[in-house]
């Protein structure tokens, strides 16, 4: 047997100042579709999510909420795992940086840059935000619109004064080979816009990075120096590598460890993470594993925000969405194809209780439930309740076969991109044609004059609905599984190989009693 093709793809790693929200669904979602996408499509898969832990951020809400800050994370870091289970993420591993390998791999990295030549103890004196954990030039400051006499970050984030002694990184000395890298990998950063926005940062030239702090003590501690803590940055990023059981190569301390190791999966294919943090992905992140010798990430994607009736979602504005309470309204499958189609991935995307709904009621329940519904409830009452034999295709039948076989190829185009709303597009383009089809065709029409006929229209709907249950799983599992069940697909023919042109489902399968897959949504 041949060996599978590995992929390894990742979310960012949440703060557990605060509970998850919508937005941190999001993000998760999209980055579980391709990971069940890719395992479909034959890839040794290992997806990763968890918790960033440190830092001041943390430590102040812990402060704050009167607790040790090891407890405090334990509860929210709960919390996000709650979320990949209410959410169906198929996360192979969660990580949380508090983890005793993450502190071994942090140091590990700590010290290959040591080595390289590439740290020496100095002292900053600059702007700090708290909230984006991130140091600031005073030009990149901003003029806060609630207070002029006030300086901000860029996100809104205040900012403070610090001075303290630091080891810093020589980031300096890879402005051009980070230049080097995204011109030999354009599809490194995407989308294209932040790409630019990277490069004509990085082209300003970098100045060296602290990557330590000494005013407070929740952080993993710097080797051979204890009154210094790594910078959270520093820290977090390395998660990446701590669950492939850096700094061993070939050996991984976590319970998968003959699967997922540095030498079968890293460099990682793919890190999602949101717009706000893609210069600590695409510039910071590469330039550490050059100083530590290690291979550069094959593809950084940072997503839009989501923003709620059209403004920014937050705590202070009192709109924050739990991605809890939407899926107890709409149902869970309802919930992620609705996030992956509505907002053209990459961009910013507003919702409404409206584009919910209306997704759910013309895409899912009039277009594929009810093509669903309708063509195997046919079957079920006039074919014996199994898949019809059918007669010679005419050019009708082969013209919508032949669709049905090149989806698999375009939805690939799109979803290597991640572009996962052109994706669902032309799923959706199939399931129009399949309806228009269904409809000239009128098998009901046909079960006294010709029911040969009949039997072959109804075989060619049932395929073609079964191609498009096994595409759409990445996005909708529950809903997929639940229409290939009704089909009697088995489940070792639901990956993508079931979908190679010289496949066809199998006339004389028992089906289950249809049942409508994505009821209706009615205002109560
Ligand atoms: N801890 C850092 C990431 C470290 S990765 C080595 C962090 N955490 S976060 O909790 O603030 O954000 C986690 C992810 O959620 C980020 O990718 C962020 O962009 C994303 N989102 C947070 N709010 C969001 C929206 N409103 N909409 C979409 N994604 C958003 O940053």
């Not at 999602?272 to 290690?294: C, E, N, Q, T």
């Not at 709620?308 to 979602?313: L, T, Y």
């Not at 006039?382 to 019809?388: E, W």
Request: charged share 25%; glycine share 6%; hydrophobic share 40%.
């Amino acid at each position: 047997m041949s060996k599978r093709p590995s992929y390894y793809i990742t979310t960012a790693i949440s703060y557990v100042n605060g509970l998850p929200h919508l937005g941190h669904a999001y993000e998760a979602i999209s980055a579980d579709a391709m990971a069940r996408f890719k395992r479909l499509d034959g890839y040794n898969v290992f997806f990763l999510t968890g918790t960033d832990e440190h830092g001041q951020k943390v430590e102040k809400s812990a402060i704050e909420a009167g607790e040790d800050p090891l407890i405090f994370c334990d509860g929210n870091a709960d919390a996000f795992r709650q979320m990949t289970h209410l959410l169906n993420i198929s996360n192979d591993d969660f990580i949380r940086t508090t983890e005793q390998r993450h502190i071994r791999a942090s140091q590990s990295i700590w010290n290959n840059l040591w080595d390289a030549g590439d740290i020496y103890l100095g002292k900053y004196a600059g702007w700090y935000s708290v909230r984006d954990e991130a140091y600031f030039e005073e030009a990149e400051l901003v003029i806060d619109p609630d207070d002029p006499k006030k300086k901000i970050a860029p996100s809104g984030a205040s900012v403070e004064w610090v001075e303290e002694p630091s080891y810093f990184f020589k980031l300096s000395s890879y402005t051009q080979p980070l230049l080097d890298y995204y011109e030999a990998n354009p599809e490194f950063i995407l989308p294209e816009s932040r790409k630019n926005e990277i490069i004509n940062f990085v082209k300003q030239g970098l100045r060296d990075l602290s990557i330590s702090r000494t005013t407070f003590k929740w952080g993993v501690p710097v080797p051979s120096d204890e009154a210094h803590i790594m910078y959270v940055w520093l820290d977090a990023l390395t998660n990446y590598i701590t669950a492939l059981g850096f700094p061993d190569k070939s050996q991984n301390i976590n319970k998968d460890s003959e699967v997922f190791t540095m030498e079968t999966h890293w460099p990682a294919d793919l890190h999602i993470i949101g717009k706000d943090i893609v210069r600590f992905h695409a510039v910071y992140w590469p330039a550490f594993l050059m100083s530590a010798k290690l291979p550069v990430p094959k593809r950084i994607f940072g997503h839009g925000f989501l923003n709620v009736e059209g403004e920014k979602m937050s705590k202070s504005l009192g709109n924050v969405i739990s991605a809890q309470d939407l899926v107890e309204e709409f149902g869970l499958d309802e919930i992620r194809y609705f996030l992956l189609r509505e907002v053209p991935y990459g961009q910013d995307g507003s919702f409404s209780r409206e584009s919910i709904i209306q997704r759910i009621n013309a895409d899912l329940a009039n277009d594929l439930g009810n093509l669903a519904q309708r063509c195997l409830s046919f079957i079920y009452k006039n074919c014996d309740g199994a898949i019809p034999f059918p007669d010679e295709f005419n050019g009708d039948d082969k013209k919508l076969l032949e669709s049905s076989i090149i989806l698999l190829s375009d939805i690939r185009n799109y979803f290597e991109k991640q572009a996962f709303h052109n994706g669902l597009e032309v799923v959706w383009g199939l399931v129009s044609e399949c309806n228009i089809y269904i409809d000239r065709q009128a098998p009901w029409g046909l079960r006294e004059k010709n029911p040969e006929r009949m039997k072959t229209v109804l075989y060619v709907g049932a395929e073609v609905i079964r191609r498009i249950s096994i595409i759409i799983q990445p996005v909708m599992p529950a809903a997929g599984a639940k229409l290939l069940d009704q089909l009697g697909v088995p489940d070792k023919d639901r990956d993508f190989k079931a979908l190679n042109s010289d496949i066809r489902i199998q006339p004389g399968a028992k089906i289950l009693k249809p049942e409508g897959v994505f009821p209706r949504f009615v205002e109560k």
